[in-house]
Every structure is written in structure tokens, then in C-alpha cells.
């Protein structure tokens, strides 16, 4: 008796002292195979500077379909761990249903915050139903907040491909946003001008955007002309030039300034057309126009960095549509109708700016070529499909075209590069070559630095209804949505993120679903195994240890 005293006594302070021990030591393992709850470095390193509360509240809660259901869990679970590195981060899960009364009111108030809801499908025992979940988080901090999109969607995917590329990019989604919140030093990004560059309406959506993470200022080349050194010194003040479809050709004055920026360090993001061709130019009696090569003197400055824009046209087989009208007056009917020369261009997956994004919408694309001049390295990060091909110019534009069934012999000249990324130690344009100008600390060749080519001008441009600019990759004429967007904030990031927060984006997770054939077909089959089975069972055992009673002490 006394020993099992002492063995109980011995096992009490021993419980005591684990709680005690556990109270100071908190840790947490990730047990799952592809270590989704494992958060980078540079994911953490995005709430260790909050010193006040940060207060989230993610609209998932109430009666959710069965794959939102998971995405709550998976959101609950990163943000756990954002909370375990910093105890400012607190969250809590609200149903906007509930403060706004009926879905209706819900959908207004939210649309009002510029949270679109996602309309579900849902098919339960035969019956189809639609659906409104609100898959946005609010991050609060200081009085700021930032909206973080839960759901990210694709063309073409059900909804649970939609949920897992979502859980796969939880954790960039926050960490970005607590970088936004967290900015103290924005970097500053010049918008070229004086080229005949995109109108600000039509970079208006995407300007806005990037805001939240830049200074951006209007800049002309226009006085190299006068005062060049003085031009390169404002330039060089800035850390990204963004030239948006320049339709004037630049001087070899205004190619050194960029160059001698570029070489100093400076990014530069490029969207080119080497081809005079607008959608606008058709819409006449004979319903066609010329698309003619457009000379932007620009040849001899991509061919140093080993690149060739080519005024050509991609025509594709996977092509996103465009309106066209049939009849007259009042008779007149819009029929959207597949356009060949607006190429829908696919993520490959292969990089952290294109990793897991919606398709992109180009317009009159042209094609790139990679030369094998230099030691730079260039990643392709969007091809046209493999049923594509060129068309050279110039030559005649018809909408007559749209009429027709696409012949896929036609199409065999395809996987042609639309947008090239470089990299590596940039060399001087002007190395060996008459300089046109004299400046002070002239150089011949740079350090690290990048440069992005995108061989269409309109991939950045957003539409206008009404004299107010659209969404950027939003088409109200046949109201479809494009990742030109995200591709273009994912691009910039990537050209002048220093934390490495952009990598993020690479990580996979497999999130495993339910087959739901199979819960069809073996419904009745499952329900037996997992309501009769253990019934039966307990019986059973009953059965057994009654006969045992029974046979070891009688009747």
C-alpha cells in the first residue's frame, strides 16, 4: 500500500512539474509532408517589427461549403504561426451575414469595402444550389488596413483546384500584407513620358495598386535634349523606370540617360509594341486596317542585353474573345466571338513571378528572340500556346477572320517568348561606340541588377467605362477577368524585392479532397461501415464476454 502511495505521489509531481515546464517552453512541430505550416524566414521576418496589436478578421465563418470549410482551417493554421512569432497578431473568424442581416445587404456593404463575394456551386444529394462566401481577410494595424483576397482564381478550375492554389499561396498573401502595413522607406518608381507612352487613365488601376508599395513620379525625357546630365541625375533618383508602350522613337541622347541609369543599378520594366496595330483601327465599314512595323530606334539597346522585339503578330488558337456587332439600330445584337491576335497565355509555373496565376490577356503581341551574345541570364516566363503562329508585317487586318473555323495547320509555329526577364551585370549599350553626349562618372559596365521585356504594350493597360478606369485584366465587353494585374505587381516585386518575401510564392502544398464520384456511388456503402459497423461490433463484443462470463464462473 505504501508503495503504490509513493508511485502515485512521485507520478502527481511529476505531472505538476511538465505543466510547470510547459508554462515557459511553448514550441510547435510540423509534422505535415510538405511543411506547409513551416513559414520562411522571410515570412517571419514581416511581423517581428509590430510592437501594437494587429487585429485580423477573416470573413469565413457560418455554414461554409465543405471547401471553404478547409481553407478557414488552413488560414486558422498560418495564422497561428504568424502568431506564435510575434503575440501582437491576433485574429478572429466573422461571419458578414451576421452583422448586415441577409445576403443581399451583405454582398452591397461588401462590394462597398471592394470585397466582391464568390458565387459556389454546390451539389448535395442530387439538389444544385448557389452560394455567396466571403473569402477576404481585413489586416488592422495603426489605421491601416489592408484587404488580403483568400481565394485565388483561375480559368477553367473547379473549386477545390480553386481552394488548394489559394491554402498554396496563405502565407505569401500575409506575409505581403504585413509588409504593406509595415513600409516605413518606399522605393520610388519613374513613369516614363514624352514617347507617346500609355495615358495615366489607362495605367490608372495599376498605379493605384502599387502604391501601397511605392513612390511613383511622372517622368519626361524631354530635356536631354537641353540638359542631359542634369536629366540622368533626376533619373537616377529613382529605382525602376516603368516605360508603358512608347509609340515615339527615342533619341540616342534619351537611350544613354536610360542606359547610364540601368548600368548605375536602376530596373526597368519594358512593354513594347513593334507593331502599329489597335483594335479601334477595324472597327470601319471594311472591318480591316494595316498593322505596320513601328520603329521605336530601339533595336541596337535590347540587342546589347541579347534580346530581338520582332514586329510581328502572334495569332493563337487559345485566344480571348472580343464583341462584335451584328444588325442595325436597335436590331443590333453582341456576340462575343474568339479573336486570334488576342493570345489568353498560360502560367507555366516556373518562376516566382508567374507561379500559380490566372491567364494573362494579350493584344497584338509581338515575339522575342534570345541571342547568344552575352553571359546575362534570360528566363522566359511566358510563351504563346503551342498552337500558335506569326504573322509578319506589314499586312492586312480583318475581322473577317472571326468568322471562320481556325485551321490548325495554320497554327504550328507556336511556344514563341512574349515576356523575357534578365538578369546578371549589365554592360554599357555604348561600350566602344561614340558617346552622344559627355557625363560625369561614365560607366561601361554595372553590377547585379534586372530588366524586364514584355512584347506587348497593353498587358498594363486597364480599360475605362463612363471616364473611370476599370480593374487592370477586367473586360467589361465580355466580362471576363485576366491575371494581368497580379502578373505586373508580381513583376515588380520581384524586380525590386530585396527580402526575398517573393520566393515565397514557389511553395507547393497538397491539399487532399474528398473523390466525390466515389461519395456518390459508395454512399450507402460508407454509411453501413461507419453508423452499422460499430454497432455490430458492440455487440458482438457484448456477445463474446457474456459466453466468457458465463464459461469462467457459471450460471
Do not use: C
Not at 378 to 389: E, M, R, V
Amino acid at each position: 500500500m505504501k508503495k503504490t502511495l509513493t508511485s502515485v505521489a512521485i507520478g502527481f509531481i511529476a505531472l505538476v512539474l511538465l505543466n510547470l515546464v510547459s508554462s515557459f517552453i511553448y514550441t510547435r512541430v510540423d509534422v505535415t509532408e510538405d511543411s506547409r505550416y513551416t513559414l520562411s524566414t522571410a515570412a517571419l521576418q514581416t511581423v517581428q517589427e509590430f510592437s501594437n496589436p494587429v487585429i485580423i478578421d477573416v470573413l469565413l465563418e457560418g455554414e461554409l461549403p465543405a471547401e471553404f470549410v478547409k481553407l478557414k482551417f488552413e488560414t486558422k493554421q498560418i495564422l497561428e504561426e504568424f502568431a506564435a512569432e510575434n503575440n501582437n497578431i491576433k485574429f478572429n473568424f466573422i461571419n458578414p451575414l451576421e452583422t448586415t442581416g441577409s445576403s443581399d445587404n451583405a454582398i452591397l456593404e461588401m462590394q462597398k469595402l471592394g470585397l466582391t463575394p464568390a458565387n459556389v456551386t454546390v451539389e448535395e444529394n442530387g439538389k444544385v444550389s448557389q452560394e455567396f462566401v466571403f473569402p477576404w481577410a481585413m489586416v488592422n494595424y495603426n489605421n491601416k488596413t489592408v484587404k488580403v483576397a483568400l481565394l485565388k482564381n483561375k480559368l477553367g478550375s473547379t473549386t477545390e483546384e480553386r481552394v488548394t492554389n489559394s491554402i498554396q499561396h496563405l502565407e505569401y498573401s500575409f506575409a505581403d500584407a504585413f509588409t504593406k502595413l509595415n513600409i516605413k522607406e518606399k522605393k520610388r518608381i519613374a513613369v516614363l513620358k514624352g514617347n507617346g507612352e500609355l495615358q495615366d487613365i489607362n495605367l490608372a488601376d495599376y498605379l493605384s495598386t502599387i502604391r501601397e508599395y511605392y513612390n511613383i513620379g511622372a517622368f519626361t525625357l524631354d530635356s536631354v535634349a537641353t540638359n542631359p546630365q542634369k536629366t540622368l541625375k533626376e533619373l537616377q533618383k529613382y529605382d525602376l523606370a516603368l516605360i508603358a508602350k512608347p509609340t515615339e522613337a527615342f533619341t540616342d541622347k534619351e537611350k544613354y540617360v536610360l542606359d547610364q541609369f540601368m548600368v548605375h543599378g536602376g530596373k526597368s520594366m519594358w512593354l513594347i509594341d513593334n507593331v502599329s496595330m489597335e483594335l479601334d483601327s477595324l472597327y470601319n465599314e471594311e472591318g480591316k486596317s494595316l498593322a505596320y512595323p513601328r520603329d521605336l530606334n530601339l533595336k541596337d539597346f535590347f540587342f546589347k542585353y541579347g534580346l530581338r522585339v520582332n514586329p510581328v503578330l502572334v495569332k493563337d488558337i487559345y485566344a480571348t474573345q472580343i464583341v462584335l456587332a451584328n444588325g442595325n439600330g436597335n436590331n443590333s445584337q453582341y456576340n462575343p466571338v474568339p479573336w486570334p491576335f488576342n493570345p489568353m497565355v498560360f502560367s507555366r509555373n516556373d518562376h516566382p513571378i508567374n507561379n500559380n496565376l490566372e491567364a494573362l490577356r494579350f493584344q497584338f503581341a509581338n515575339t522575342i528572340d534570345l541571342l547568344d551574345n552575352n553571359d546575362l541570364k534570360k528566363t522566359i516566363l511566358y510563351y504563346s500556346s503551342p498552337l500558335s503562329a506569326v504573322v509578319g508585317t506589314p499586312n492586312i487586318i480583318s475581322l473577317e477572320s472571326t468568322t471562320k473555323s481556325p485551321n490548325k495547320e495554320e497554327y504550328n509555329n507556336g511556344n514563341k517568348p512574349l515576356v523575357v526577364l534578365v538578369e546578371g551585370n549589365f554592360k554599357s549599350v555604348f561600350t566602344n561606340r561614340v558617346k552622344p553626349f559627355k557625363i560625369e562618372n561614365n560607366k561601361e559596365v554595372g553590377g547585379p541588377n534586372k530588366m524586364l521585356v514584355i512584347a506587348d504594350g497593353d498587358v498594363i493597360k486597364n480599360q475605362v467605362s463612363k471616364g473611370k478606369p476599370l480593374e487592370l485584366g477586367y473586360d467589361k465587353w465580355t466580362n471576363n477577368a485576366y491575371g494581368n494585374k497580379e502578373f505586373m505587381v508580381n513583376s515588380l516585386n520581384y524586380l525590386l524585392d530585396d527580402s526575398g518575401l517573393i520566393n515565397i510564392r514557389t511553395k507547393k502544398v497538397a491539399v487532399p479532397f474528398l473523390d466525390k464520384e466515389k461519395i456518390a456511388t459508395q454512399k450507402t456503402k460508407w454509411q453501413l461501415i461507419n453508423i452499422a459497423l460499430p454497432v455490430v461490433l458492440t455487440l458482438l463484443f457484448g456477445f463474446i464476454f457474456n459466453y466468457y462470463r458465463k464459461q469462467k464462473y457459471g450460471k
